[in-house]
């Protein structure tokens, strides 16, 4: 199995966890039926000793709330650790045994270890972050006529680089980020992003579990509350990362600054708007956006192992 996180949740366990002394912790939640991380909820009233970590009953009601809200399930549990133990305990154990038993939707238990210190580069199931290093496994349910321990195993781990996409782009368009971010029910798991353009004009992003390694992100530029334009932009899977989001960005930047009267001579192709992104098309038009400060990107592109 490989698991990819949406890298605003690793965000949020930076800040959350891998900014804090062990153990903190909390749940992580995606879209129903894949492999995918899409939200983090931070547990502040789990019961934590030395060597356990229990979920707190009021982690369980935000979980709940949050699956009605959005369409996502609950996947697992990421607690820290002390540096010298990246991965479950004993107790651990015990823990996602129980985890399990009450969760029969899930045939595997996320349950990533968070830990300070540097990482291993070639370790395949690391995530490296500045402030430490999340080690993923996944407990799988013991077989129910042979009762016994919880198996364990390590799991690949891939980034979807949604919110460095995002800045990225509306650096190079001079814009400004507004949210909402999520609207994980009318995209079909997709992250829809705004760009607030100077002109007044809006660009809409939507990034799915495809981006990076499948496709690119879709990108709808709103250029009135009625006119809209879905932009057909470059992502080859030939090029490294680095030169694939460079044509990305150049040939957004030319897309969306052409000036209107030119557009025809200039030929660019429109194929139709996708469904999922009519659909939040139409829900961000209904929607107003409060602006929200833009903080400067980093380069997210860190996993132990990338494709
Ligand atoms: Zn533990």
New binding site residues.
Partial sequence: MYLRWYDTVLKDIDQYILCHQP?RGGALLGPRGQAVVSHFVPDPQAATTT???VPSAALGVAVRQLETQEAVEYKGII?S?PSSLAQ??G??LVEFGEQLRVNPHLGWFIAP?AVHGPGNPQAAHEIIRDQGRIAVYAARRPHPHEPGPVGLRRLRSGIIPSVFLVRALSQTLCGTVVGPRDTQRSAEHAQAWHIALRDGRQVLVLIGPEVPDHAGPQVVLLESSHEHRHLDLPWPSTVSDRVRLRMWLVAAAHAINQHPTRRSTLAVRQPPIPAPARRVLKAYQAASIPATTQRSPGWPYRTARRK
Avoid: G, M, Q
């Fill in positions: 153990e060597v356990s970590y607690h650790h479950p305990s107790p651990d270890i």
